[in-house]
């Protein structure tokens, strides 16, 4: 379990930014890197849990809140997988192996992989960057694979090109035990043979079963959707978590920028189970 004292109350290791060193760049799509940091001693910067963010920094540019993209389980290093679309992300891109960023972290709550999905079925469903939440808690599971049932993994992006850790999926993920991953792409592309379509419409397709629960992490578009096929297929709202952490802003719950309703996304989020917010306004 963690015990970084994160999430309610924030200590004061939280709040300092750490030194990172950037020790491996990842060009997973275009537009997408995953970054590996270090401590300068080596190690980890500090524990996290599966779902929890971290306050990224280029000093004189801009910070902001990023998902960790490892596993806990992974002692050695943290991740980043960041998309390129503006000022912070475009000079993150331009750095090199060896460069320096400071991190605050980690903050929010967590996937309850120790709790509520321990010894369940499940179905991950994730479009485009949205992979990046949920690929800590996939790891984590893999890592504890006698603790829970079977996994099916459900990741769609614009085109091939755009899959975010496909190697990782298609030669790991694809032959874990009891784990079955399902591939497709919005329109189809030369060289591709998997399905192609967009994520709601394939979820259908492949009618999942309701012994399962849904974690789900993408565009705002596509988690309506989603919502509404699995609603479809006779899942509740028990049964279906995800995750905020894009409208998470200082972190600790002082700026008032990531309220929805009564919800904090920071101190009370980013990860939801759908019944907890099933009554907030729809901006969300």
Known sequence: MCECNCHENYNLDTLIPKVGIITGITQETP???TFRVNAPQGGKLFEHMPGQCAMLCAPGISEAMFSITSSPTNKEYQEFSIKKCGELTSYLHDLQVGDEITVRGPYGNNFPVDTELKGKNLLFIAGG???APLRSVINY???NREDYGTVDILYGSRSADDLVKLEEIQTEWANAENVNVHLTIDREQEGWDGHVGFV???LKE?????????LVCGPPIMIKFVLQGLKELGFTNEQIYTTF???MKCGVGKCGRCNIGSKYVCKDGPVFRFDEIEKLPDEY
């Open 245 to 247: 952490e894009l409208r």
């Open 206 to 214: 492949l009618n999942f079963t309701t012994d399962k629960t849904a």
């Open 31 to 33: 537009d997408v890197k």
């Open 141 to 143: 599971v893999l890592d």
């Open 200 to 202: 709601p419409s394939y």
């Open 129 to 131: 960057i949205g992979l």
